[in-house]
T-cell receptor, first 115, second 113 residues
Framework: KQEVTQIPAALSVPEGENLVLNCSFTDSAIYNLQWFRQDPGKGLTSLLLIQSSQREQTSGRLNASLDKSSGRSTLYIAASQPGDSATYLCAVRPMTTDSWGKLQFGAGTQVVVTP | SAVISQKPSRDICQRGTSLTIQCQVDSQVTMMFWYRQQPGQSLTLIATANQGSEATYESGFVIDKFPISRPNLTFSTLTVSNMSPEDSSIYLC??????????FGEGSRLTVL
């Protein structure tokens, strides 16, 4: 069974520092990996989608890498801002599922950026 | 990306009652999904809402407890039936685009007393 782990569970950094969030998964048979942001009590905002054939994706200050063979992804957020404070979730779509919408989520990393 | 609207955004309900959550998408989508996020937990897929046919439920979820409707390609409802405090969760509607990216609504936060 696919398991997704995110380390650390919580992270606090001063404004301006770069953020590094880690995600690992146990089964490399995935279609893609997606990073989300969740604000307290709210829904999820999609940040980046990496297909299994890709090594990285970039959007503005965000960069995500994928090493499928080692079961790892890293989300980098450059020059963090207080508005980046949120919980960040990674999720994989396993090849073992026949559901087009079934993602296996990690527990998330709660980020606080202090002014 | 699709814009997904959910109603209600939050509600407080009494044990034994039922609540229907609506999901409206600003464009036609083939695939719509319903997820649940219990307090302090990550997300779990409840079911896939299929247009013109019955929903497909994941293991541990049944139609009698979570009936779903999908009358057209832009709208779906999820009903949480005969609620108990254990049903207190955020319920999220999701759609998938043709690249495989999933987009989520703002969620409906349900508290059952």
């Amino acid at each position: 069974k696919q398991e997704v782990t995110q380390i650390p569970a919580a992270l606090s950094v001063p404004e301006g520092e770069n953020l590094v969030l880690n995600c690992s998964f146990t089964d490399s048979a995935i279609y893609n990996l997606q990073w989300f942001r969740q604000d307290p009590g709210k829904g999820l905002t999609s940040l980046l989608l990496i297909q299994s054939s890709q090594r990285e994706q970039t959007s503005g200050r965000l960069n995500a890498s994928l090493d499928k063979s080692s079961g790892r992804s890293t989300l980098y957020i450059a020059a963090s801002q207080p508005g980046d404070s949120a919980t960040y979730l990674c999720a994989v779509r396993p090849m073992t599922t026949d559901s087009w919408g079934k993602l296996q989520f990690g527990a998330g990393t709660q980020v606080v950026v202090t002014p | 990306s699709a814009v997904i609207s959910q109603k209600p955004s939050r509600d407080i309900c009494q044990r034994g009652t039922s609540l229907t959550i609506q999901c409206q998408v600003d464009s036609q989508v083939t695939m719509m999904f319903w997820y649940r996020q219990q307090p302090g937990q990550s997300l779990t897929l409840i079911a896939t809402a299929n247009q013109g046919s019955e929903a497909t439920y994941e293991s541990g979820f049944v139609i009698d407890k979570f009936p779903i409707s999908r009358p057209n390609l832009t709208f779906s409802t999820l009903t949480v039936s005969n609620m108990s405090p254990e049903d207190s969760s955020i319920y999220l509607c999701s759609v998938r685009d043709n690249t495989g990216e999933l987009f989520f609504g703002e969620g409906s936060r349900l508290t059952v007393l």
